[in-house]
């Protein structure tokens, strides 16, 4: 029902709004297989998790995923204590972010500013950790 919708509706830019468009592996992989002949170009939203999935990479990139946004909410050690993120420590973060990016996907993080225990430090190490990773300060689209 989905590649019908898009064939219908004559555009060649989407957003995918799902939480996760990754999150169910063997639907995912069928939908961006059959994504690939429409020559689309998309973004979307995902787990962090799509990093394992080196077919899933491929596949999503192939049907026409520019960009995917994923919630990071911090990158800053002390404020992750007490977050259940996946991603335990920073430097797992910036593998994942270089896996995804060297799949041609546009890695485009969320974060959360204002928590209640978030501290000074948590500000310094987000500014460092974004020139690090160099992502983009905006996405920009097709």
């Known amino acids: ?3 019908e919708d898009i064939k219908r509706s004559g555009s060649k830019t989407f957003l995918i ?4 468009v990754a999150g169910h592996p063997e639907y995912s992989k069928e939908l961006f297989k059959a994504l690939i002949p429409l020559g689309i170009r998309w973004i979307g939203q995902s787990s962090i998790s799509l990093r394992k999935d080196k077919e899933m990479l491929k596949l ?12 990071l909410e911090s990158v800053s050690p002390s404020s992750l204590t007490g977050m259940k993120k996946t991603l335990k420590s920073i430097e797992e973060t910036e593998e994942a972010i270089k896996i995804i990016q060297d799949n041609g996907i546009a890695f485009h993080p969320s974060l959360f500013w204002g928590l209640i225990r978030i501290r000074k430090p948590f500000f310094d190490d987000t500014l460092e950790f974004l020139a690090r990773t160099k992502l983009p300060r905006w996405l920009y689209m097709f």
Not at 17 to 20: K, M, P
Not at 60 to 71: K, M, Q, T
Request: with cysteine.
């Open 1 to 3: 029902m989905v590649v």
């Open 17 to 20: 709004l799902h939480d996760n």
């Open 60 to 71: 999503c990139r192939l049907s026409g995923c520019v960009a995917l946004f994923f919630g």
